[in-house]
């Protein structure tokens, strides 16, 4: 299918891997909407897209700024959901259900809730990309928090892909991807966890969120494919 002035919301579209899908989908022709919390940085995003996109201020986890995003947005064609939440890393003997529920809170359940306030304004045959994330498919120490919150968004998608037909529902998994969420780390713990994830993947390096960015095009595009898990993470399943 076209792309060509097909108009797509991506919810965490200014920065990261929502920000490459965006510069992917302006190119495929698009009408692309982009939404996050911090305004600056969603002008900052809209500049660096040469203007193309309309940059648009929500927090996933408030229902009133989701009703208002909608009404800007208006009639939407398909709807791309990658939003940072706040995860809960760590080992799971130190993680509280606290750390839990904010995790839960800020990714899953706002993914639930930026789908229910779509829902009325999306095409009923357009679709839903959801970026989860690699700690649901592949068991690693410290990431229990992570597959809690990821693996139910898959299962929750799973599910949506039937009940929502003919709207299509499908999931990219990401690995570790290079995208500002890291920026917080010390430099050099950052470079550390990259070159090792790197040296122990089958491809030999982390991903680009344009990896990821070429697939929710591909799955946006593809009226055949619903219900799919794309899992794009340099072979992360592989056994070593
Ligand atoms: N990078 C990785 O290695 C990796 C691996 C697996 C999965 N993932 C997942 O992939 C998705 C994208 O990650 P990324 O690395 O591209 O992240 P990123 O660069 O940190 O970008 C996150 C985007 O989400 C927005 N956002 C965060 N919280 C929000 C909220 N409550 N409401 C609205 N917008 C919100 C951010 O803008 P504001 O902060 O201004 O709101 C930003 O636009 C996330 O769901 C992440 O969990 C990432």
């Known amino acids: 299918m076209s792309l060509a002035q097909q108009r797509i919301l991506i919810i965490g579209g200014s920065s990261g891997m929502g920000l490459a899908s ?4 302006i190119g495929a022709g698009a009408d692309v909407f982009i939404a996050g ?5 969603l002008q900052a995003a809209v500049q660096s897209l040469e203007g193309k ?10 229902p009133a700024s989701l009703a208002a995003l909608m009404d800007r947005a208006g009639r939407l064609d398909h709807l791309v959901l990658a939003a940072g939440g706040t995860p809960a890393w760590g080992p799971f003997a130190q993680t509280s259900a606290e750390a839990l529920r904010r995790a839960i809170d800020s990714k ?3 993914y639930w809730q930026s789908l229910q306030a779509a829902l009325p304004r999306l095409r009923k045959d357009g679709s839903v990309v959801m970026l989860t994330g690699a700690a649901s498919r592949v068991a690693m120490n410290g990431t229990a928090g992570l597959a809690a919150v990821n693996g139910g968004i898959t299962q929750m998608a799973q599910t949506l892909a ?4 003919p709207l299509r529902v499908n999931v990219v998994s990401p690995g570790l991807v290079d995208t500002p969420a890291y920026d917080g780390m010390p430099a050099e713990a950052k470079a550390g966890m990259f070159a090792a994830a790197a040296k122990s993947l089958p491809v030999g390096r982390t991903g680009r969120s344009e990896d990821i960015a070429g697939a929710v095009e591909l799955l946006i595009a593809n009226t055949f494919a619903t219900g799919v898990l794309l899992d794009l993470d340099g072979g992360a399943r592989m056994p070593l």
Not at 37 to 41: F, K, L, M
Not at 53 to 62: E, H, K, N, Q, S
């Open 162 to 165: 039937r009940e929502l037909a």
């Open 108 to 110: 899953l359940i706002g």
């Open 22 to 25: 965006a510069r992917r989908l």
């Open 53 to 62: 996109a309309v940059g648009i201020a929500a927090d996933t986890a408030d």
């Open 37 to 41: 919390r911090d305004a600056g940085r």
